[in-house]
């Protein structure tokens, strides 16, 4: 069974930085992209990065170029997201997807929440 | 960026019937890289098609997907109570990806 299980969200300081994981099981983890998105309260969905299964290949959206970096660790089953100077217009909850790309989004975690706040 | 825009915002249908929500976009999408989601309140996205007509797994046959260039459709032939929710359509492929913003499917 495909399994992707985010963590890593919580209140932070605008400027502040958090680094979100997404653990994931049930398939080849190295042979698929992977991306997040994000959802601010009661908005709709945002694409935020994409990752290339080898982690050769990053992308990101305007919204979040030179502040956020997408990784992978392909031999934890681990993805990333390193996310800087933050302000209020990041709050949202940060959803964990199978795909990117060209391939479909099939799988998605349930999130995890940021909340970006003095 | 390709800006995907949902009509109608809202729409309002009772149980059994026919439920036809649009997808335009801004330019030119290849069909193999368009995409719809359904999302209930609480939960993340579910993947309902995938190049622009093709159902993911274990979708019911009630719900298709049509249209090519820059107009799509997500048809549900007749609508359960379970299907109402809010559903977005999505281009991926080439970045950057983009969603649209939202139909929402209300109880009549």
């Known amino acids: 069974e495909v399994q992707v299980l985010e963590s890593g969200g919580g209140l932070v300081q605008p400027g502040g930085s958090l680094r979100l994981s997404c653990a994931a099981s049930?398939?080849?983890?190295?042979?698929?992209?992977m991306s997040w998105v994000r959802q601010a309260p009661g908005e709709g969905l945002e694409w935020v990065s994409g990752i290339s299964g080898g982690g050769g290949g990053m992308y990101y959206a305007d919204s979040v170029k030179g502040r956020f970096t997408i990784s992978r660790d392909n031999s934890k089953n681990t993805l990333y997201l390193q996310a800087d100077s933050l302000s209020a217009e990041d709050t949202a909850l940060y959803y964990c997807?199978?795909?990117?790309?060209?391939?479909?989004?099939?799988?998605w975690g349930q999130g995890t929440l940021v909340t970006v706040s003095s | 960026e390709i800006v995907l825009t949902q009509s109608p915002g809202t729409l309002s249908l009772s149980p059994g019937e026919r439920a036809t929500l649009s997808c335009r976009a801004s330019q030119t999408v290849d069909s193999n890289y368009l995409a719809w989601f359904q999302q209930k309140p609480g939960l993340a996205p579910r993947l309902l098609i995938y190049g622009a007509s093709t159902r993911a797994t274990g979708v019911p046959d009630r719900f298709s997907g049509s249209g090519s260039g820059t107009d799509f459709t997500l048809t549900i032939s007749r609508l359960e109570t379970e299907d109402f929710a809010v559903y977005y359509c999505q281009k991926y492929g080439i970045s950057p990806i983009t969603f649209g913003q939202g139909t929402r499917l209300e109880i009549k």
């Open positions: 997807a199978k795909g990117g790309f060209f391939e479909p989004f099939n799988y």
């Open positions: 049930g398939f080849i983890f190295s042979s698929y992209a």
